[in-house]
């Protein structure tokens, strides 16, 4: 996947109808359910068909930079708008990016996209919550670890309309570390490519936290010059 490198602002681009967007190639990434043996609740495992899980089964990326901020449009059907908790089985729908923290030089040093990464291999990823005004910033190191930054340069904006929803990430290419001995956050580059992945929640079907549709296998993207 590119992100081409266009001349318009933040503004522009964070409108999830902004006529530009179209422009872009996009690319559908296929998305499967997580497996519920990685589920960390023994409830989630006794109670759930894995086969309901990751009722969203594709998602069209677009990516763009203008060399100081990189975005991510996201489109995926979605028939009922989830806004909140409204029942036991019903929650706010959500998307998620997610990058390995370290530069993937390898197999070996590549995290495992299905367990949220692991000890030394830790990941980032970038979400959005329906009903939540702001985006966060969360990182982890394996299943059950995932921890949220205290502070976040993510920006998002989305729009739900005839059962699509459009989402737009919105975030400075490189941005500075709480703590630089554990970072928390992916660093950007023009002209670099990192590894990405694609989570979806649809609240409508009971899916929350680890219950979700995600892209099984990183893919490669890369900022153009």
């Known amino acids: 996947m590119i992100a081409e490198k266009v001349n318009y602002s933040k503004d522009v681009l964070l ?30 495992k006794a109670t759930r068909d894995e086969k309901k899980v990751g009722k969203v089964k594709e998602v069209m990326v677009r990516a763009a930079h ?10 995926w059907l979605d028939a009922e708008k989830n806004l909140e908790i409204t029942a036991n089985d019903v929650f706010p729908d959500g998307a998620s990016i997610l990058f390995p923290i370290k530069p993937v030089t390898g ?37 059950g670890t995932t921890s949220w930054s205290e502070k976040c340069s993510i920006t998002a904006r989305s729009q739900w309309k005839d059962g699509v929803w459009k989402l737009v990430f919105a975030r400075p290419l490189t941005v500075k570390e709480n703590n630089p001995k554990k970072p928390e956050s992916v660093q950007l580059a023009v002209g670099k490519t990192v590894k990405t992945g694609i989570s979806i929640w649809e609240g409508s079907n009971g ?19």
């Open 15 to 44: 409108d999830p109808n902004c006529p530009h967007w179209v422009k872009f190639k996009g690319e559908k990434m296929k998305l499967s359910a997580t497996p519920l043996a990685n589920q960390p609740s023994e409830y989630i």
């Open 66 to 75: 203008n060399g100081k901020e990189v975005f991510f449009h996201m489109e």
């Open 107 to 143: 197999k070996e040093t590549e995290p495992p996209i299905d367990e949220m990464g692991k000890k030394d291999l830790p990941v980032n990823a970038w979400q959005w919550r329906s009903d939540l005004k702001e985006a966060q910033n969360t990182w982890a190191e394996g299943l």
């Open 207 to 225: 899916e929350r936290a680890g219950l979700k549709a995600f892209s099984k296998e990183w893919k490669d993207l890369t900022l153009a010059k």
